[in-house]
């Protein structure tokens, strides 16, 4: 079955220290692929996209994340974060059935220690 | 200018009652949808509206009922309401364009829905 995982429900870092979220992807063919942030209480808002072209896509917020088809991967990356980047990140992917629906992964949750 | 709003931000009701939220988008997308996340986070989808018409609707109990107004608005009506269904509903849109360019959804901010 089609799915999109997160395998670190759970993150810390310390501000100012480098930062990878890790995706992985079920898909038969080319995703098109979406990292999502989730500050407290609030939505989620979209920090960037991969659609096809180059493999390293930039975002919002300094955020970037490269696509690897050979490893199934779409990690987010941020090479200093800030202690409001504290927020819980999802990626997600089309369904590979259409109806414009997106499967998302179960979310990991970043807390950054000053 | 809130893109995708929603009222109400909190709701707290007792078992059995009957509630709506409303969502409205002024981005002049097509789609509208309604999503439920649940107390570890993880989202799920309930259903959608292109144009008015319904089309996903995922296996949720028929308790819930949206309704789309106008391709700007989707109210979801949940009947008869359980403490399972405490969570946050959060309401997307996008737009609909060749490609995958429709998957790049919006959201609201949320309505924290606590049955007692």
């Known amino acids: 079955a089609q799915s999109v995982t997160q395998p670190d429900i759970h993150i810390t870092v310390s501000e100012g220290a480098s930062l990878e979220l890790r995706c992985n992807y079920s898909?038969?063919?080319?995703?098109?692929l979406f990292w999502y942030v989730q500050s407290p209480g609030q939505g989620l808002q979209l920090l960037l996209k991969?659609?096809?072209?180059?493999?390293l896509v930039q975002g919002i917020k300094g955020f970037e994340a490269e696509f690897k088809r050979s490893q199934s991967s779409f990690n987010l990356r941020k090479p200093s974060v800030h202690w409001s980047d504290a927020a819980e990140y999802f990626c997600a992917a089309p369904f590979s059935g259409g109806y414009n629906k997106l499967i998302f992964g179960a979310g990991t949750r970043l807390a950054v220690h000053p | 200018d809130t893109a995708v709003s929603q009222t109400p931000k909190y709701l707290v009701t007792q078992m059995g009652n009957d509630k709506s939220i409303k969502c409205e988008q002024n981005?002049?997308?097509?789609?509208m949808y309604w999503y439920k996340q649940d107390s570890k986070k993880f989202l799920k989808i309930m259903f959608s509206y292109n144009n008015k018409e319904l089309i996903i609707n995922e296996t949720v109990p028929n308790r819930f009922s949206p309704k789309s107004p106008d391709k700007a608005h989707l109210n979801l009506h949940i009947n008869s309401l359980e403490l399972g269904d405490s969570a946050v509903y959060f309401c997307?849109?996008?737009?609909?364009?060749?490609?995958?360019?429709?998957?790049?959804?919006?959201f609201g901010p949320g309505t924290r829905l606590t049955v007692t």
């Open positions: 981005l002049g997308h097509d789609t």
């Open positions: 991969y659609f096809s072209g180059d493999t």
């Open positions: 997307a849109s996008s737009q609909d364009e060749p490609g995958w360019g429709s998957y790049e959804q919006y």
């Open positions: 898909y038969g063919a080319t995703p098109y």
